[in-house]
């Protein structure tokens, strides 16, 4: 079962991976960013767009932020610019780290309800497996974003948890 301080830890992941893949990425050219490299989501910036995307739908339900109107299929291209992009990112790594430090054990041992475009239905569940889920969410295509990286020549230094939060034991 998560906590609270799962929560917070999970967010301040979020937060330094984001950091550390975009600063990867803002060494690559605009095209090398845009290269269709055969990822789910195309390229680079069409996976770095789909997860700020995927965010905004999570958090929207969580936290009462505006819901992105972009549909599902067409993700990748909810923010075009690159700089805009980053700034969305930095912005929205700061509002989840300001949700999950208020989030308690009250609020996660309740049901959530909301309808799903993916799933075209009404869907109930558990919050606590809901924000696992959106963490999860994050974490795997943030593993694309970084194979993409490492495929167009640049690091990203440590992606472990237990190596970019040390203070979690």
Known sequence: ?????????????????????YAAASRLSDAERRRDRGAFWGSLHGTLVHILWGDGQWMSRFDGWERPATPIQESRGMLDDYGELCAARTAADARIEDWAARVDDLWLDADMTWFSGAAQREVTAPKRLLVTHFFNHQTHHRGQAHALITAAGEKTDDTDLFLVIPQMR
């Open 1 to 21: 079962m998560i906590t609270p301080a799962y929560v917070r830890t999970m967010a301040a992941y979020n937060s330094e991976m984001n950091r550390r893949l």
